[in-house]
Structures are given as C-alpha cells and as structure tokens.
C-alpha cells in the first residue's frame, strides 16, 4: 500500500482480555515503531525494530506487553489481560533508514478498555 | 531525561491571523529539532525539522528555529488557513538514541473562515 496501515482501526476490549494489533509498514521499510498515545497526550515511545531485531522495547510499560516482527515486515503489539490504563492510540511508524526524521505513521488504533 | 513542553491549546483563529506555538525542550546530549502535525482523520505528519542551533526548518510557510541559548523551537506561520487546523506536536531526538522520538502533548489549532 501506499501508507502505514493498521488494522483494526478502532479496539474495544474487556478488561482482562487479550487484543492483538497490527501494522503493515511501507513496502521496504527497514525500521519500525510503535509509540502510545494517551487522550490529551503526545505519543510515547514503545518499542523499536530493525529489520526483525527489536532493537529497543524501554518503552514498553509492563510484561503485559509485547512486539514481535518475525519477517521484518509486519508487526503485531500484543497486550495481555488488558486494564483500563491501556486505552489510548497506540500508533506504529515506519522508515527507510535507522532514524526516524523521516518516519511515516499510520493513523494509528484506538483502543478502549472497559 | 528528555521532554518537550509546549504551550496549551486549544488556539483558535480567524484566517489569516499570525500563529506561533511556543516549544521548549530539555535535552541529555545535542538534539535534532521536529514539528509534526495532525489532520484530523489522518496520521502524524513530519512537518519541519532541524538539526542544529540557530537552523531554520520551513514547510508550508510554517516557520521554526532552533534556539539553543533559550532551549526553544517555536512554531510561527504568517497567515494561517482553515486547512491549517489540525494538531501541532513539537518533539526531539538525541544522537545517542536518534531512532526515538519525544513528543510535547500537542497543541490543537483551529482556524475559522
């Protein structure tokens, strides 16, 4: 496609239950992250990918959560035994080279935890 | 640590009016300079950028320069548009981490005809 894609769009999750999220990146990108994007907030850092290598996952708030990229192209953000403090937009972005100065985000999923 | 702090919105506007979104940031190391904004319905959009003190980005005659002596990168457009409401995310990146991003909260714009 033409841009970051991540499905689904919009996540409703009881609390306690496990959501998977998905991103396809740009075709070729090399890097690729994910940021969490509280109500009223800038993003936050997750997690960082090259390639396959998760180069980076400080940002990842709790053992609830984790990112895998098996082929170096799509990646899922999976949280386990959702909680209320979870809900938010979790974007993903993606880039050519290492750095992110010229990242492409997708319009990101908006998870609800009731 | 590193943060960015930016002036609260919302902003609304008529058209035409002078804009400016003040940023300033706290920084471990020498850091790359980011405006990005958001349309609504849309994702995050890198704006302008610069990577060293007393650079200029410019994009859309969106205006920013990187002021070290005051540890600031204020947003500044002329002659604002309706098209221009959206919300604006000052951020920075350092060296040592240059692949991660931090974000102020985001200042909302609204631009009325």
């Known amino acids: 496609g033409a841009g970051v894609s991540q499905s689904p769009r919009y996540k409703v999750a009881k609390r306690g239950q496990d959501v998977a999220l998905r991103c396809d990146p740009i075709s070729g990108h090399v890097s690729l992250f994910w940021y969490q994007q509280a109500l009223g907030q800038g993003p936050e850092f997750l997690t960082y990918?090259?390639?396959?290598?998760?180069?980076?996952k400080s940002g990842l708030p709790s053992d609830r959560f984790f990112a895998e990229r098996p082929e170096g192209s799509v990646s899922t953000l999976k949280i386990q035994r959702t909680q209320q403090e979870d809900s938010a937009v979790y974007l993903c972005a993606s880039s050519l080279v290492q750095t992110n100065t010229e990242a492409f985000f997708g319009q990101g999923t908006r998870l609800t935890v009731v | 640590g590193n943060s960015v702090t930016q002036m609260e919105g919302p902003v609304t506007l008529s058209e035409e009016a002078f804009l400016t979104i003040n940023c300033t940031y706290t920084?471990?190391?020498?850091?790359?300079l980011f405006w990005y904004v958001q349309y609504p319905g849309e994702g995050l959009q890198l704006l302008l950028k610069?990577?060293?003190?007393?650079d200029k980005g410019s994009n859309k005659g969106f205006e920013a320069t990187y002021r070290k002596e005051t540890t600031s990168f204020h947003l500044e457009k002329g002659s604002v548009q309706v098209s221009d409401s959206a919300v604006y995310f000052c951020a920075l990146s350092v060296r040592s981490n240059d692949y991660k991003l931090s974000f102020g909260a985001g200042t909302t714009v609204t631009v009325r005809a």
């Open positions: 920084a471990t190391g020498y850091p790359s």
């Open positions: 610069a990577t060293k003190a007393d």
């Open positions: 990918f090259q390639n396959e290598a998760q180069l980076d």
